[in-house]
């Protein structure tokens, strides 16, 4: 019965900015962990950041870090992604589970999942 949906997203040039919003229920939200994956045309599902509210966090892939930041909270997680690049032009979805240790980064590790909200980023 847990339910994830994603708002935010949209089309910006090389080096804005944008603020996506993941609000959630019908779960324990203060204490589900979270994270975001994102997907690109012909390309996986790849980890983006995580909050391991639980077990300790955040985590970010490498090639988000200083630029992106996950937050959360009662029942809503953010990613506010600042100096964007076209590379992270993808389909941003939002992931939870009721506890997520060292396989933060695995998708098929959490239980519930948005829809998804598209990002591109124009040069």
């Known amino acids: 019965q847990v339910q994830l949906v994603e708002t935010g997203g949209g089309s910006v040039r090389t080096g804005g900015s944008l603020k996506l919003s993941c609000t959630i229920s019908?779960?324990?939200?203060?204490?589900?962990?979270m994270a975001w994956f994102r997907q690109a045309p012909g390309k996986e599902r790849d980890f983006v950041a995580a909050?391991?509210?639980?077990?300790?966090g955040p985590h970010y892939t490498d090639s988000v870090k200083g630029r992106f930041t996950i937050s959360a909270d009662l029942n809503t997680v953010y990613l506010q992604m600042n100096s964007l690049k076209p590379d992270d032009t993808a389909t941003y979805y939002c992931?939870?589970?009721?506890?997520?240790?060292?396989?933060?980064?695995?998708?098929?590790?959490?239980?519930?999942w948005g829809q998804g909200t598209q990002v591109t980023v124009s040069t």
């Open positions: 909050l391991r509210r639980n077990s300790g």
């Open positions: 019908g779960g324990a939200f203060n204490t589900y962990d």
């Open positions: 992931a939870a589970d009721p506890w997520i240790g060292r396989n933060f980064q695995e998708r098929a590790e959490y239980d519930y």
